[in-house]
């Protein structure tokens, strides 16, 4: 199928209205989405649970973990433990151990 064609399809579907609807994207966009949603829910701890977990592909999950760490810290830091692989829990740990990153930046003097 061309790109053409994949783009004429996503236009007359329109875009996701959720995070099940991401699958349908290329990698990074799907990624992307998902990231989206997921800080849309990020206050809906049980929504963004159940969410997270009907991703098919652990690393997919593993990897919008460590990005709500990232881009979240203090909200999405209780997230961490839901990785599915030592590696993605630890980069997380990581990530939360870096205080600098959930203050908010000074003005340059």
Same mark, same amino acid.
């Given at each position: 199928?061309? %790109?053409?064609?994949?783009?004429?399809?996503?236009?007359? @579907?329109?875009?996701?209205? !959720?995070?099940?609807?991401?699958?349908?994207?290329?990698?990074?966009? /799907? +990624? =992307?989405?998902? &990231? /989206?949603?997921? &800080?849309? %829910?990020? !206050?809906?701890?049980? +929504? &963004?649970?159940?969410?997270?977990?009907?991703?098919? +592909?652990?690393?997919?999950? =593993? &990897?919008?973990?460590?990005?709500?760490?990232?881009?979240?810290?203090?909200?999405?830091?209780?997230?961490?433990? =839901?990785?599915?692989?030592?590696?993605?829990? +630890?980069?997380? /740990? @990581?990530?939360?151990?870096?205080?600098?990153?959930?203050?908010?930046? @000074?003005?340059? /003097?």
């Amino acid at each position: 199928m061309s %790109l053409a064609v994949l783009a004429l399809a996503w236009a007359c @579907q329109g875009p996701p209205r !959720d995070m099940a609807g991401c699958a349908s994207l290329g990698p990074t966009e /799907r +990624e =992307d989405c998902r &990231l /989206r949603f997921a &800080l849309e %829910l990020i !206050d809906r701890p049980e +929504e &963004l649970r159940a969410a997270i977990a009907a991703i098919p +592909e652990p690393e997919s999950r =593993d &990897l919008l973990l460590l990005r709500l760490a990232v881009a979240e810290p203090t909200r999405a830091g209780a997230f961490c433990a =839901d990785a599915a692989s030592e590696a993605a829990r +630890e980069k997380c /740990r @990581q990530v939360l151990g870096r205080p600098h990153l959930s203050t908010t930046p @000074q003005a340059p /003097r």
